[in-house]
């Protein structure tokens, strides 16, 4: 299963990740989500592809928009 690492500012706690999780899961050909918080510095969404299926960086930059106040790097 493939799988696209992203950075993302301003995810420092379980509930940052969690909202974030909810928002990005919903991104058509998203399989799961899993991140690695880096308090006060560039976290980590590890987005597996379902059927290795091309992911649209767009669509997950405005999901995590939609999360609250966090930014795709």
């Known amino acids: ?3 696209t690492t992203y950075r993302v ?3 420092t706690c379980d509930r ?14 998203v399989g799961a989500v899993s991140v ?3 308090a006060d510095g560039e976290s980590r969404l590890i987005l597996k592809h ?6 649209s960086r767009s ?3 405005a999901a995590v928009r939609r999360a609250g106040d966090y930014r795709l790097i």
């Open 1 to 3: 299963m493939q799988s």
């Open 50 to 55: 379902k059927e290795d299926v091309e992911l």
């Open 59 to 61: 669509d997950v930059k």
């Open 16 to 29: 940052c990740a969690r909202v974030i999780k909810d928002h990005v899961g919903t991104v058509p050909g």
């Open 36 to 38: 690695e918080i880096v």
């Open 9 to 11: 500012t301003g995810m």
